[in-house]
């Protein structure tokens, strides 16, 4: 079982900035990818932003410019700097990770959601 513990979640003015972070512990083979995903009151689940393993990273059109991913791969976390803050962003931020089995399967974890709250 792997589990995700985030932190960094909270209340900013508009323009604001929050720094995300997500840890995973557990059985791990090993991760291919760890993301971010937003859920905002009464809307779904969206991606705001994924990174491989090897770095590649995804930005959803929204955050493109204002949001960063990075990783640290040698201690399985994941990191998202949320810049310039609108309060469209206002949402509970969940992580979530890949992960791959030593059998070349892929399991896929969530973290619990952290709020972040916009508003002045």
């Known amino acids: 079982q792997v589990q995700l513990v985030e932190s960094g979640g909270g209340l900013v003015q508009p323009g604001g900035s929050l720094r995300l972070s997500c840890a995973a512990s557990g059985s791990i083979f090993s991760i291919d990818a760890m993301g971010w995903y937003r859920q905002a009151l009464g809307k779904e689940r969206e991606l705001v932003a994924d990174?491989?393993?090897?770095?590649?990273?995804n930005y959803a059109d929204a955050v493109k410019g204002r949001f960063t991913i990075s990783s640290d791969n040698a201690k399985n976390k994941v990191f998202l700097q949320m810049n310039l803050l609108k309060a469209e962003d206002k949402a509970v931020y969940y992580c979530?990770?890949?992960?791959?089995?030593?059998?070349?399967?892929?399991?896929?974890?969530w973290g619990q959601g952290t709020q972040v709250t916009v508003s002045s």
């Open positions: 990174i491989t393993n090897g770095g590649r990273t």
């Open positions: 979530r990770t890949v992960v791959r089995t030593r059998w070349g399967s892929n399991n896929y974890y």
